[in-house]
């Protein structure tokens, strides 16, 4: 796993579809810096708890990535995960079976780096609803899918988008999961829940 990072420069000519408030961007464009993580996998702290070794990346370091991207002057950052953080390594595991009661590790660390939009992995469906129903509740950015909707109304599951405010522009992240998993994971885990094809819900959002 490694952070994802990118920029998105958002030109004056972009910007006059928004609205005369982005007026300011006209001479100065608007410097949007996205890191971006993804498949976690339990992977919190620099440490292989399976292996009982160190591990050369984790959540941990992505830390440093994002406290320089934040620090940098004239420049905004959005942060975003692309899931499957749920399952994994021991420690996740620990919070998903063991210390149920408590704030999630996944939930307290994604919520103290300030995460703006966290997406659902095929593999955070695999925990169950006891587990992602949890840590949902408990981001402060919640969960973001289009294509989980309820069998019984055909409304999303979770929040299908969000939207992000950064240096006056309002950015919409849609987010999707990967449907493979029906075939792989029993229904149990994901009762109620049906799952839509991806390029599809895309279209209807």
Request: charged content about 20%; aromatic content about 10%.
């Amino acid at each position: 796993m490694q952070p994802i990072r990118f920029t998105l420069i958002a030109t004056a000519a972009c910007l006059a579809l928004q609205g005369a408030s982005l007026k300011k961007y006209a001479d100065q464009p608007l410097v949007v810096t996205i890191v971006e993580t993804s498949d976690l996998h339990g992977s919190l702290l620099p440490y292989d708890f399976k292996t009982d070794k160190p591990k050369a990346t984790s959540l941990a370091n992505v830390v440093t990535v994002v406290k320089q991207a934040r620090a940098e002057k004239g420049r905004e950052t959005l942060l975003l995960d692309g899931g499957d953080n749920l399952q994994g390594q021991p420690v996740v595991y620990y919070y998903n079976f063991v210390n149920t009661k408590a704030p999630h590790v996944v939930s307290r660390m994604f919520n103290w780096l300030g995460y703006d939009v966290v997406g659902v992995g095929n593999h955070d469906m695999e925990t169950g609803h006891d587990i992602y129903d949890k840590v949902g509740k408990e981001l402060k950015a919640g969960y973001t899918s289009a294509n989980l909707v309820r069998e019984s109304d055909g409304k999303p599951y979770f929040a299908p988008y969000r939207i992000v405010k950064k240096g006056g522009l309002k950015i919409a992240v849609l987010g999707f999961t990967e449907p493979g998993f029906v075939k792989n994971f029993p229904k149990v885990l994901y009762s109620g829940i049906r799952v839509e094809d991806m390029v599809e819900s895309a279209r209807q959002w």
